[in-house]
């Protein structure tokens, strides 16, 4: 199969590209630079979530499950880690992965639920946003449904484009730091 894209070179970047990759060297910012100027907003809204409304652990719930409804490969990969960091379990991941609401507390169940039905009806039921609201403020669910947007997007982007997994795990925390996110 023919490469789609051809990543630049991290040798061959520019003092702004580079920049921006030392922020978050990885092939999902090579990916992004490919772009005249959304690589660094891009990278610094996904920061923008650590220090959101959201728990670590409903932010990794968030973007698994996009994950795993968008088979996404590389934001599983990116995520797994901070996954166990946040508190979940193989179980806790196994459920979200397969959508399985009755392994599930109610809340997670609820949030599950709602990101499900945003990424695959495109618009959450009044159900599941009401069930989701006995659980979080409607700043929250507004958050929810920012990162689950975002996080498809992003598996979209990587998808599309046929973007290669990082031979080795990429860090949020030079990211993060810069960002100035607690991690």
């Not at 719930?61 to 995520?79: G, K, M, N, P, W």
């Not at 618009?123 to 947007?149: C, D, M, N, P, W």
């Amino acid at each position: 199969m023919t490469q789609r894209v051809t990543l630049t070179p991290v040798e061959d970047m520019s003092p702004e590209q580079r920049n921006v990759y030392d922020k978050f060297p990885s092939n999902l910012t090579r990916a992004l630079l490919l772009t005249r100027g959304s690589a660094a907003p891009h990278l610094a809204l996904g920061a923008s979530f650590t220090k959101g409304l959201l728990s670590d652990l409903d932010r990794e719930v968030i973007v698994l499950r996009v994950a795993a409804l968008r088979d996404s490969a590389f934001e599983r990969l990116l995520h797994l880690h901070l996954a166990y960091k946040a508190g979940l379990t193989d179980a806790d991941i196994e459920a979200v992965e397969r959508g399985d609401l009755d392994r599930m507390p109610a809340g997670r169940a609820a949030l599950v639920r709602y990101v499900t039905e945003c990424i695959d009806e495109h618009r959450a039921s009044a159900s599941a946003f009401a069930a989701l609201r006995e659980f979080y403020s409607q700043h929250e669910i507004a958050e929810v449904t920012h990162l689950a947007g975002h996080a498809a997007m992003t598996a979209m982007y990587l998808a599309s484009l046929d973007i290669p997994l990082d031979e080795h795990l990429t860090s949020w925390d030079r990211l993060a730091e810069v960002q100035g996110a607690p991690r």
